[in-house]
T-cell receptor, first 113, second 112 residues
Protein backbone atom coordinates (compact mmCIF):
# COMPACT_ATOMS: atom_id res chain seq x y z
CA UNK A 1 0.00 0.00 0.00
CA UNK A 2 1.15 3.51 -0.81
CA UNK A 3 2.58 5.32 2.19
CA UNK A 4 3.86 8.88 2.52
CA UNK A 5 4.40 10.22 6.02
CA UNK A 6 5.19 13.69 7.29
CA UNK A 7 6.94 14.48 10.54
CA UNK A 8 4.22 16.64 12.11
CA UNK A 9 0.52 17.25 11.58
CA UNK A 10 0.57 20.60 13.34
CA UNK A 11 3.48 22.91 14.01
CA UNK A 12 3.68 26.35 15.62
CA UNK A 13 6.85 28.41 15.21
CA UNK A 14 8.01 31.95 15.86
CA UNK A 15 9.06 34.45 13.21
CA UNK A 16 12.73 34.03 12.39
CA UNK A 17 12.99 30.40 13.51
CA UNK A 18 14.49 27.76 11.26
CA UNK A 19 11.86 25.13 10.47
CA UNK A 20 12.36 21.60 9.19
CA UNK A 21 9.54 19.62 7.62
CA UNK A 22 10.32 16.01 6.83
CA UNK A 23 8.67 13.63 4.43
CA UNK A 24 9.29 9.90 4.06
CA UNK A 25 7.89 7.51 1.46
CA UNK A 26 8.20 3.74 1.48
CA UNK A 27 7.27 3.08 -2.16
CA UNK A 28 10.75 3.42 -3.69
CA UNK A 29 9.54 6.41 -5.70
CA UNK A 30 12.12 8.46 -7.57
CA UNK A 31 10.22 11.74 -7.54
CA UNK A 32 9.26 13.75 -4.48
CA UNK A 33 7.48 17.08 -4.22
CA UNK A 34 6.69 19.81 -1.72
CA UNK A 35 3.56 21.94 -2.10
CA UNK A 36 1.84 24.53 -0.05
CA UNK A 37 -1.91 24.95 -0.12
CA UNK A 38 -3.72 28.15 0.78
CA UNK A 39 -7.44 28.96 0.51
CA UNK A 40 -8.30 30.29 -2.91
CA UNK A 41 -4.79 29.67 -4.29
CA UNK A 42 -4.86 25.92 -4.66
CA UNK A 43 -1.75 23.77 -4.60
CA UNK A 44 1.49 25.55 -5.40
CA UNK A 45 4.70 23.68 -6.07
CA UNK A 46 7.66 24.80 -3.96
CA UNK A 47 10.43 22.33 -4.89
CA UNK A 48 10.72 18.87 -6.33
CA UNK A 49 13.38 16.23 -6.64
CA UNK A 50 13.74 13.47 -9.21
CA UNK A 51 16.74 11.76 -7.67
CA UNK A 52 18.89 11.68 -4.56
CA UNK A 53 20.78 14.95 -4.08
CA UNK A 54 18.89 16.50 -7.01
CA UNK A 55 16.46 19.36 -6.60
CA UNK A 56 14.50 21.65 -8.86
CA UNK A 57 12.68 24.88 -8.09
CA UNK A 58 8.95 24.91 -8.45
CA UNK A 59 6.70 27.92 -8.80
CA UNK A 60 7.32 29.52 -5.39
CA UNK A 61 10.79 28.54 -4.07
CA UNK A 62 11.61 31.86 -2.40
CA UNK A 63 12.19 31.51 1.32
CA UNK A 64 12.53 27.72 1.14
CA UNK A 65 15.25 25.18 0.58
CA UNK A 66 15.20 21.39 0.37
CA UNK A 67 17.42 18.42 1.03
CA UNK A 68 17.32 14.89 -0.33
CA UNK A 69 20.15 12.77 1.03
CA UNK A 70 18.28 9.46 0.76
CA UNK A 71 15.79 8.28 -1.80
CA UNK A 72 12.98 7.87 0.67
CA UNK A 73 13.35 11.19 2.49
CA UNK A 74 12.75 14.74 1.30
CA UNK A 75 13.06 17.68 3.70
CA UNK A 76 11.71 21.19 3.34
CA UNK A 77 13.56 23.92 5.22
CA UNK A 78 12.33 27.38 6.08
CA UNK A 79 15.58 29.22 6.83
CA UNK A 80 13.89 32.09 8.67
CA UNK A 81 10.16 31.58 9.07
CA UNK A 82 7.84 34.46 8.35
CA UNK A 83 4.14 34.91 9.00
CA UNK A 84 3.34 34.67 5.28
CA UNK A 85 4.64 31.10 5.37
CA UNK A 86 1.73 30.05 7.55
CA UNK A 87 0.10 27.38 5.42
CA UNK A 88 -0.67 23.72 4.88
CA UNK A 89 2.42 21.95 3.55
CA UNK A 90 1.96 18.80 1.52
CA UNK A 91 4.56 16.30 0.45
CA UNK A 92 3.97 13.94 -2.48
CA UNK A 93 5.86 11.25 -4.34
CA UNK A 94 5.60 9.46 -7.66
CA UNK A 95 7.37 7.04 -9.92
CA UNK A 96 9.49 8.70 -12.57
CA UNK A 97 8.49 6.80 -15.66
CA UNK A 98 5.25 6.73 -17.58
CA UNK A 99 2.12 8.56 -16.67
CA UNK A 100 2.12 8.24 -12.93
CA UNK A 101 0.02 10.01 -10.31
CA UNK A 102 1.40 11.57 -7.18
CA UNK A 103 0.59 10.27 -3.74
CA UNK A 104 0.29 12.71 -0.89
CA UNK A 105 1.26 12.62 2.74
CA UNK A 106 -1.18 13.78 5.42
CA UNK A 107 0.12 17.36 5.42
CA UNK A 108 1.61 19.67 8.03
CA UNK A 109 -0.37 22.69 9.18
CA UNK A 110 2.31 25.27 9.98
CA UNK A 111 1.51 28.43 11.90
CA UNK A 112 4.18 31.13 12.17
CA UNK A 113 3.53 33.67 14.91
CA UNK B 1 1.49 29.04 -18.57
CA UNK B 2 -0.32 25.72 -18.69
CA UNK B 3 -3.70 25.91 -17.02
CA UNK B 4 -6.25 23.62 -15.52
CA UNK B 5 -9.64 25.20 -14.96
CA UNK B 6 -12.39 24.04 -12.68
CA UNK B 7 -15.59 25.64 -11.51
CA UNK B 8 -14.89 26.38 -7.85
CA UNK B 9 -18.49 25.77 -6.85
CA UNK B 10 -19.86 25.13 -4.41
CA UNK B 11 -21.85 22.44 -6.18
CA UNK B 12 -24.78 21.14 -4.17
CA UNK B 13 -26.66 17.97 -5.04
CA UNK B 14 -29.25 15.96 -3.12
CA UNK B 15 -28.34 12.55 -1.77
CA UNK B 16 -28.77 9.88 -4.43
CA UNK B 17 -28.33 12.27 -7.35
CA UNK B 18 -25.52 12.35 -9.91
CA UNK B 19 -22.81 14.93 -9.28
CA UNK B 20 -20.97 16.16 -12.36
CA UNK B 21 -17.59 17.83 -11.99
CA UNK B 22 -15.84 19.40 -14.94
CA UNK B 23 -12.30 20.36 -15.84
CA UNK B 24 -10.66 21.92 -18.88
CA UNK B 25 -6.96 22.09 -19.61
CA UNK B 26 -4.83 24.19 -21.93
CA UNK B 27 -2.01 21.83 -22.99
CA UNK B 28 -3.21 19.94 -26.05
CA UNK B 29 -0.37 17.44 -25.66
CA UNK B 30 -1.49 16.25 -22.21
CA UNK B 31 -1.91 12.50 -21.96
CA UNK B 32 -2.61 11.69 -18.31
CA UNK B 33 -5.35 12.96 -16.05
CA UNK B 34 -6.24 12.38 -12.43
CA UNK B 35 -9.01 13.19 -10.02
CA UNK B 36 -8.23 13.70 -6.35
CA UNK B 37 -10.68 14.04 -3.48
CA UNK B 38 -9.77 16.28 -0.57
CA UNK B 39 -11.76 16.40 2.63
CA UNK B 40 -11.55 19.58 4.67
CA UNK B 41 -8.26 19.72 6.57
CA UNK B 42 -6.95 16.56 4.91
CA UNK B 43 -4.59 15.87 2.03
CA UNK B 44 -5.62 15.00 -1.54
CA UNK B 45 -6.42 11.35 -2.18
CA UNK B 46 -6.23 9.83 -5.66
CA UNK B 47 -9.59 8.44 -6.74
CA UNK B 48 -9.42 8.13 -10.54
CA UNK B 49 -6.95 8.16 -13.37
CA UNK B 50 -7.75 8.28 -17.09
CA UNK B 51 -5.47 8.20 -20.10
CA UNK B 52 -7.66 7.42 -23.14
CA UNK B 53 -10.64 9.14 -24.67
CA UNK B 54 -13.96 7.85 -23.42
CA UNK B 55 -15.27 6.70 -20.09
CA UNK B 56 -13.64 4.84 -17.23
CA UNK B 57 -15.80 3.49 -14.45
CA UNK B 58 -14.81 2.54 -10.91
CA UNK B 59 -17.70 1.81 -8.60
CA UNK B 60 -19.85 4.93 -8.32
CA UNK B 61 -17.23 7.05 -10.08
CA UNK B 62 -16.91 7.57 -13.83
CA UNK B 63 -14.18 9.66 -15.40
CA UNK B 64 -14.73 10.97 -18.90
CA UNK B 65 -12.03 12.29 -21.22
CA UNK B 66 -12.32 14.17 -24.49
CA UNK B 67 -8.86 15.18 -25.69
CA UNK B 68 -10.15 16.97 -28.77
CA UNK B 69 -12.18 19.30 -26.55
CA UNK B 70 -9.49 19.31 -23.83
CA UNK B 71 -12.10 18.34 -21.31
CA UNK B 72 -12.17 15.83 -18.49
CA UNK B 73 -15.04 15.21 -16.11
CA UNK B 74 -15.94 13.15 -13.06
CA UNK B 75 -19.41 11.77 -12.46
CA UNK B 76 -20.42 10.51 -9.04
CA UNK B 77 -23.54 8.36 -9.12
CA UNK B 78 -25.81 7.83 -6.11
CA UNK B 79 -24.07 10.69 -4.30
CA UNK B 80 -23.66 10.25 -0.56
CA UNK B 81 -23.05 12.85 2.17
CA UNK B 82 -19.61 11.24 2.59
CA UNK B 83 -18.81 12.42 -0.95
CA UNK B 84 -18.90 16.03 0.28
CA UNK B 85 -15.36 17.25 -0.37
CA UNK B 86 -13.28 19.32 -2.76
CA UNK B 87 -12.39 17.52 -5.99
CA UNK B 88 -9.13 18.42 -7.70
CA UNK B 89 -8.42 17.81 -11.35
CA UNK B 90 -4.76 17.20 -12.22
CA UNK B 91 -2.96 16.98 -15.55
CA UNK B 92 0.55 15.60 -16.07
CA UNK B 93 3.11 18.05 -17.39
CA UNK B 94 4.60 16.31 -20.38
CA UNK B 95 7.84 18.27 -20.06
CA UNK B 96 8.49 17.68 -16.39
CA UNK B 97 9.40 14.87 -14.00
CA UNK B 98 5.79 13.76 -13.75
CA UNK B 99 4.90 17.18 -12.40
CA UNK B 100 1.19 17.76 -12.13
CA UNK B 101 -0.82 20.87 -12.92
CA UNK B 102 -3.73 21.13 -10.52
CA UNK B 103 -7.00 22.96 -10.81
CA UNK B 104 -8.10 24.91 -7.77
CA UNK B 105 -10.84 22.37 -7.09
CA UNK B 106 -14.62 22.15 -7.01
CA UNK B 107 -16.30 21.96 -3.64
CA UNK B 108 -19.13 19.44 -3.61
CA UNK B 109 -21.83 19.28 -0.97
CA UNK B 110 -24.25 16.36 -0.91
CA UNK B 111 -27.41 17.28 0.94
CA UNK B 112 -29.06 14.46 2.94
Amino acid sequence: DVKVTQSSRYLVKRTGEKVFLECVQDMDHENMFWYRQDPGLGLRLIYFSYDVKMKEKGDIPEGYSVSREKKERFSLILESASTNQTSMYLCASSLSFGRQPQYFGPGTRLTVL
Amino acid sequence: QKEVEQNSGPLSVPEGAIASLNCTYSDRGSQSFFWYRQYSGKSPELIMSIYSNGDKEDGRFTAQLNKASQYVSLLIRDSQPSDSATYLCAVVDQTGANNLFFGTGTRLTVIP
